[in-house]
Every structure is written in C-alpha cells, then in structure tokens.
T-cell receptor
Framework: SQQGEEDPQALSIQEGENATMNCSYKTSINNLQWYRQNSGRGLVHLIL?????REKHSGRLRVTLDTSKKSSSLLITASRAADTASYFC?????????????FGGGTRVLVKP | DAGVIQSPRHEVTEMGQEVTLRCKPISGHNSLFWYRQTMMRGLELLIY????????DSGMPEDRFSAKMPNASFSTLKIQPSEPRDSAVYFCASSLTGLETQYFGPGTRLLVL
C-alpha cells in the first residue's frame, strides 16, 4: 500500500475560498513534500517540510506536519481558478528500499470562478 | 537550466512494436526516476538510478520493460513488445538526492493500439 494517502480525493470550491487537504503516512520520515500537477503536465514541487518543523508557508500555501499523528495538511488560501490541479503528498522511503519518494493518490481540486 | 527533458512528448504505436522513451535529467542531479501514471493506478515508480546505477527496479511491471542510464545526462526506458495496457503517461524526474525535491519532465503520453 502507499506510504502517503491524501484526503479528500476531490474538492470543489469557489474562487476566493480556502482549500484544505490532508495526507497521512505510515512510517517515520525525515521530510514530507507536496506537489501540484496541472492537467496534462508533470508534477511541480510546491513545498518541503522537514520532520523537525511543524508549519511552513510559501505564498498562499501553508503546510503543517504532525509527526505524532503521521499526518500533514496543505492549505491554499484565497484560491484562484489557476489553483485547479491535483495535489500530491510524497514521503521518502529509505533504508533497504533505497532513497526514493512515494506518492499518494492525490487530491483533485477544482476552483470555480 | 532547461529542466528535465523528455522525448517524445507523444507516441502512438501498435501492439508488438518496440517503444523507447528518452530522458535528460537536470545537470548535476545524481538521482533519476521513471514513473508511470494512469487513471486506474495513479503514479507508480518504475525504476530509479543513483549515480547512473539502477538501485530499485521493483516497480518495473515485467520483463518487457527495461531501463538504462549509460551516462549522467541520459536515460532510456524501453518497452518491447508493447501492449495496449502499457498506454499511460511516463514521467522522468531527477533530484540531487533521492530524498529531496524531485523535478519532473513534461511526460511522454504513450498510446498502444
């Protein structure tokens, strides 16, 4: 099963509203990353939060990390139509599995103008 | 930097034909990843290289798939023979280390008839 799982699978909001999505993971991590994918395009890195950080901001994005609950959230404030995309969380798997990221199934966000 | 470059961007082929996908990672990046994305299965890691050496190919679906990285600036993913169920978008990504930010190429959209 996947290391990270996003919730909800889909989200529809009006422009100007906030969008919140969550990610749960299973094993201990040293960082967690969020990516965005616009339709028909490659994934684009949004933000990386390390295990010793609880919150991080980047523009209209706010990411939180709760290592005790093995969960993270991504908040997009004052959403715009251009924020319509799928959002993925990714967590690293190391050790015997080598150094690689595993991606969740994504949250599809639709921002209606 | 031009980012991760993939070619071709689109490929339509007939079942049984050989397909070769190409990737040029970002200069200086030590890790290279091949992913496949479909609606049904989401984003799957097929194989990744570290310093041109294949580290984990456990995601390669079967022997019809092979990947090479002859040097730090070039990798190929080959499917021989191709089947309709191989139809997907194939992404290449690179990173400085496997656990940090990954930079994705635009993808190759493959359709096997």
């Amino acid at each position: 099963s996947q290391q990270g799982e996003e919730d909800p699978q889909a989200l529809s909001i009006q422009e100007g509203e906030n969008a919140t999505m969550n990610c749960s993971y299973k094993t201990s991590i040293n960082n967690l990353q969020w990516y965005r994918q616009n339709s028909g395009r490659g994934l684009v890195h949004l933000i990386l939060i390390r295990s010793n950080e609880r919150e991080k901001h980047s523009g209209r994005l706010r990411v939180t990390l709760d290592t005790s609950k093995k969960s993270s959230s991504l908040l997009i404030t004052a959403s715009r139509a251009a924020d319509t995309a799928s959002y993925f969380c990714a967590t690293p798997l190391g050790g015997a599995a080598g150094n690689k990221l595993t991606f969740g199934g994504g949250t599809r966000v639709l921002v209606k103008p | 930097d031009a980012g991760v470059i993939q070619s071709p961007r689109h490929e339509v082929t007939e079942m049984g034909q050989e397909v070769t996908l190409r990737c040029k990672p970002i200069s200086g990046h030590n890790s290279l990843f091949w992913y496949r994305q479909t609606m049904m299965r989401g984003l799957e890691l097929l194989i990744y290289f570290n310093n041109n050496v294949p580290i984990d190919d456990s995601g390669m679906p079967e022997d019809r798939f092979s990947a090479k990285m002859p040097n730090a600036s070039f990798s190929t993913l080959k499917i021989q023979p191709s089947e309709p169920r191989d139809s997907a978008v194939y992404f290449c990504a690179s990173s400085l280390t496997g656990l940090e930010t990954q930079y994705f190429g635009p993808g190759t959209r493959l359709l096997v008839l």
